[in-house]
């Protein structure tokens, strides 16, 4: 399924965005950062491709600007690199991102690598669990802060369960997927391409609700947004490339990852068949799917108190640079 803007709110969004590339331009060009650190993550497969093939280390070679790359298991991980300062730039699903910026933290979603259904919630194939409501006095694995860990608890809101009618168990993805078949957990809030993995081997899903799928962001801080936007330009340059070239290579990029992550080329084949690729300028879909969540998230204690979700999710999408990269293709 794919998202394109309305053709109004996309001509809004252009209008809106050149005026902010506009004072993007107007800035006064700082001096080329030393180092830009980014992570990259195996939900992210953007971000491996460009790793692989050294795309940013030759675009900031003649800035003598260097490119850090560190390994990412989560949006958890992702957030907490940018928020300490680790990295100027996070991949994370979208509702983290609205969950950290909310909660205090000054980033910048720029780009929407990806449409994904989120997750789903797994049993192994020799199970009793048949039905969500199985899955009641069970014990769960899911990673706190992650898109898996909120489709958990939009998942127990649909069926009528409650968090309390269940043991969570904090793990992160890989961690959860070994839990459950070693049996130390009953069910798993999955993450490609753990979850593929999982299904290739014969877990079964229990529960999939593909209305609860959610963009994909790469993230900045607002103060690096401010200081480099050429370098940011550079950077959104760069993962534009590779979804382009993702969409013309899929054998290729799904090699690539396969090697990446020691796992089969089939199943990165099926993670990559969840994804859509196809709607990278984030704005009104995009926005609309992550405030579809707000009230779960007020409701559970996820938000800081005081943490006003709507004025973050305001503010939180930046589509100028986004636009600029895209139509010159």
């Known amino acids: 399924m794919k998202l394109p803007l309305p053709n109004l709110l996309k001509s809004i969004y252009v209008v809106a965005g050149l005026a902010a590339t506009l004072t993007f331009s107007s800035a006064a060009h700082a001096q080329a950062p030393k180092e830009i650190g980014l992570d990259y993550a195996y939900w992210a497969p953007e971000s491996v491709i460009i790793k692989n093939k050294g795309w940013l280390e030759e675009t900031f070679k003649p800035q003598g600007t260097t490119i850090k790359w560190v390994f990412s298991r989560g949006s958890n991980n992702s957030l907490e690199f940018i928020n ?29 690598y990806l449409w994904s259904e989120t997750s789903a919630l797994v049993v192994s194939k020799d199970s009793n669990i048949k039905t969500p409501a199985d899955i009641k006095g069970k014990k769960v694995a899911a990673t706190k802060g992650t898109n898996p860990y909120f489709f958990l608890l939009r998942s127990l809101d649909a069926n009528q369960l409650k968090v309390s009618d269940i043991e969570i168990v904090h793990l992160q993805h890989p961690d959860g997927r070994t839990a459950l078949e070693q ?8 993450l490609d391409p753990h979850l593929a993995a999982a299904e290739a081997a014969g877990a079964r899903f229990v529960y999939r609700n593909k209305a609860f799928r959610d963009a994909n962001f790469l993230n900045t801080t607002e103060r690096f ?25 899929p054998k290729e990029a799904a090699a690539i990852l396969a090697a990446e992550t020691k796992l ?16 990278p300028v984030p704005g009104a879909a995009h926005r609309d799917a992550v405030g579809s969540i707000i009230p779960l998230l007020l409701q559970e204690g996820i938000l800081k108190p005081g943490a006003d979700a709507q004025k973050a999710l305001g503010s939180l999408i930046e589509p100028a640079l986004a636009l600029e990269v895209t139509a010159k293709r």
Not at 85 to 104: D, E
Not at 183 to 190: K, L, S
Not at 235 to 248: M, Q
Not at 264 to 269: F, L, T, Y
């Open 183 to 190: 049996g130390r957990v009953d069910v798993w809030a999955g």
């Open 84 to 112: 300490s300062g680790a990295t100027q730039f996070a991949v994370s699903a979208a509702i983290s991102a609205l969950v950290s910026r909310a909660n205090g933290q000054p980033i910048k979603a720029i780009y929407n």
């Open 225 to 249: 947004l401010k200081e480099h936007p050429d370098a940011v330009r550079d950077v959104l340059k760069t993962y534009e490339r590779a979804r382009v070239w993702i969409l013309a290579n």
């Open 264 to 279: 089969p080329v089939d199943v990165v084949s099926l993670q990559l068949g969840r994804y859509d690729f196809t709607d």
